[in-house]
């Protein structure tokens, strides 16, 4: 069946149905009018908003972390603000509903899920104080009474921030962040408490049911206390901290593949490597570096212009995010390159005894005669230190001081603005550089697309003195024979897809985001800061398309998105018709005629069902969609 006459058939069904139907409900306002959509001239994936679930809850960290349940067709996604993983029934992707939640429990917060294919769930629980020990609550994703869905509590480190279950389903690992406490000592110069940070290590049982606290392992930083570590891993705190590893490590996010996991250590700059079966940690990693004098960057949030330009400053990456796949047999990881201040205390005005920063803006460190004479070659530092070249560029103290000399001799910026591919032994082998801010750069249109736009106010240029884009969310997922990365900008908003299948050359394919940047009101803004993805194949979707599903942050919205095979758009439209038992021989123009018959039959049918408010009625809708060809079948959903 050629695509022409399907689309042709699609559109005559669509146009009969709304000219008899008067009653359809509108779209969802998190579905933006205008989505904004930039690809290759040779793209091989198409990526679609079909469907939201809007919690209503704005700037509050009410949609985080996602996954997906098949069995049940089921979402997770993390609630924060409420304490709670919120359950939506994603039967029909088009229309996510939420059918109940899973509670940490009062004062506690949920940072995390994970969900294996029988069911059995995990979520890392926070405490109200967390820098006390967290928990790894296990649940019945596919329960029928959510309310007796919890199966069962193993005791991790201080505050789980994310978790990752092995793709064999064996173990369960928990991302153990460590974070110190908000305050400082009377003195000003250490954390209150600064717990260890760790990676939880817990093997789980085959049946859907709570492992105990004897499945649990915990693989410590110890080993590397007064150890050498490579150049531009980071190990810092206030002037009285004890600064080491066991302690300065805060596992941010994880993955793994083929018996060992990989952890980002965000404000370290580096990636830890463990090995599952021994719980042990085997080494420590650094992360990229950019090199801002040859990659360039919008380092100005002043000069009223999507600029970019090279600066002698580098950008720590500073991963988030991380994903792991295999290409030609090997083993690869990527890395959303976020970067993150560490910053913690009260101030004293409110009370506390002052707040410890590592941040610091170029122009103070100018001013203040910090940078070494020559440093940074025969640049003008006056120059560069103008707030419309570069002084606000948002730098971090904790790199790049000669304590000899008493000033910097590098400056080092947060993020790289790019995400990154490394092999197992954490080589480099690929770097996105400055193709995140080239291309929203390009699409900067006033009212249309603002570059470098904050994910609370859609101010033109706003983030570019301090992490532009901001790269965070990340996953991997395989569309026909072709491996992707899809990577989450938290500030601007939107997706870019990247074909990774050669990991050495990988390609940039689309950027695709749900936004309006001509409003700042969260509902008509659509989607703002994406934070966490998940990528569910066609053989588990429910609408039999690859889906990436994305957590919200900002907006507080849970939203899927189909993702299409421009590659194998044909022969995905031939399977789909075999599913229905149709002769793949006679797929011709009799096959053509047939699918815009039946589909202008069930347009009129639809339309004057939609009339008379017969939709509403249960089961008519399914009975209606029923009848639609499989072509036909998702946009009749949407419509309907």
Known sequence: MSRSFSRRSLALCVATATSLSVAVPASSAAIVNNVIEHSAADASLKLTPVGTYESEVYA???AEIVAF???SKRILTVNAHAGQIDILDASDPAKPTLIGSISAGKGKEINSVAVRPDGLAVAAVQQADKTEDGDALFFNAAAADLDTAELGRVMVGALPDNVHLTADGGYALVANEGEPSNELNAEGTDYVTDPEGSVSVIKLPEAVEAPTQADARIAGFTAFDGQPLPEGVRVFGPSGHDSKPSIDFEPEY?????????????????IGVIDIESATVEKILPAHIADHSQVPLDPSNKDDAAELRTIPVKGLSMPDSIGAFTAGGQTYFATANEGDAREWGIKEKDGGSGVYTDEVELKDLVEEGKVCEGA???????????KKEAGNLKLSNASGWNEEKGCFDELYAYGSRSFSIYDSEGNIVFDSGAEFEKITAELNEPGIFHHNADNEEATFDDRSDNKGPEPEALTIGTVGERTYAFIGAERVGGIFVYDV?????ASFVTYVNNRDFSTDEFAAAGDLGPEGFAFVDKADSPNGEHLLIVGNEVSGTTTAYNVEDLLNADEDNEDDADDHGENKSSQSSHSSTATIAVGSIIGVIAAVAAAVGLLNTPGVRETVLSFAPAPLREQLGKFL
Do not use: M, R, W
């Open 60 to 62: 509050e960290s009410a």
């Open 69 to 71: 349940h098949p069995a």
């Open 376 to 386: 940074l070659g025969d640049v003008d530092l006056d120059k560069l230190a103008d």
């Open 254 to 270: 994880i993955t793994s593949q083929d018996g060992k996991a990989f952890v980002t250590l965000q404000e370290a700059n580096a």
């Open 501 to 505: 299948t050669d990991p050495t050359n």
